[in-house]
């Protein structure tokens, strides 16, 4: 068994989502889809107890989940009271959106989750997340599971309900439960002989790691070092927005908050060098998290680049400061004159948008490595 499955969750308006799913499994297909609405519904069920006690939306999700019937089912295919709506997916992803990135072979299961559109503080979560669970269910009971695969479906959907509310959902254990539950629906509902020997592997615990488990200790550090930065970077980015409406654009307190956080994003991304947090997140096979900051990056601006204009920056004059403005003007003005108010205006929408994406850098790989924080391992060996 060797497959990957790639899935989004799109909300298109606060009250309209849709779902894009696919995959490259052929014989597996039905299996690839339940496993990865396990993963994801486990995964948003121990996001919402925050890894501790387990909070209201979590427990009134698992509590809707664990009463999920054929009848629950006959009402969800068309549409469920104060709940988001399923609608088409129109073709292009939305600005607020969870996704989902599972790979499985014999001996491994990954399961990546991204968050885009939401702060670091989560604000909105407590409604997405429970409700976009609920789209993925609605989606696959209504066109995708029919007869016995729906049956595993509610099986797999009610064990995620009771695998919350027995505290069975940890940090570690998250995939070894989505799989347990979804290879047992499977192997109770569809008899398939060789899930149901996966399921008996699951339950005598197989060799299954997370992305954190297979880095090495010294990638590890690195990861735990890179969130902690990013942490730091999000809170100046924060309180640079709460004091904006404080103070004059142009005064001292705004240009230090600025020059800040100019200065941490070309050291992340512009800057060379190996242990650097653009080299270090493709080493460790997380480069795609980069994408919308690079595209941003390359951005032409007159004769140069967004990227080359904050580069020149940061070398002549937050970096090597000389007290001049010489290399700044042959380096940056005269190639983009941001002098003339609509291109400053543009390079400014541009920075706010770099300053946006880098605090969301902060929150995907937080959930991809979320041990990281909690980490208690000696790196002083």
Known sequence: MNFDVRLEINFHEQDKASVFLETNAIEDERFAKLLMFCCYTVRHLYNLSCGGDPGDCGKALAEFLTQISEAHVSLMRSELPDTASLVEYPGHPSDKRFIGRLKITDTNLQYHMDLEGFDMLGIGLGYYSPNSVLILFQYLAKDHFK??????????AVGC???????????????????SLAATAFAEFAKDDELA???????????????????????????QLMIVSLMEFSFGFDTGERIST????????????LNSLYQYCCNYYLVGGANKLRNILKEIGSGDLLEPLDTLLATPLGETTFGEILRTYRDKFLTHQTFTLGPIQSGVYRKYNMLEPDKGKLFQMMANDLFFLTKQLFLNLNARFPEALYSTEDWTE
Request: net charge negative; aromatic share 8%; hydrophobic share 35%.
């Open 147 to 156: 007869d016995k695969d729906l049956d595993a479906l509610i099986y797999a």
């Open 161 to 179: 309900g009771m695998a919350f509310q027995n505290n069975q959902i940890s940090l570690t254990s998250q995939n070894q439960v989505a799989l």
């Open 197 to 223: 020997n996966l399921q008996k592997q699951a339950e005598n615990g197989p060799v299954l790691t997370t992305p954190w488990e297979q880095l090495s200790k010294s990638d590890r550090k690195r990861v």
């Open 246 to 257: 404080e103070v004059e654009q142009g005064s001292a307190a705004m240009r230090f908050y």
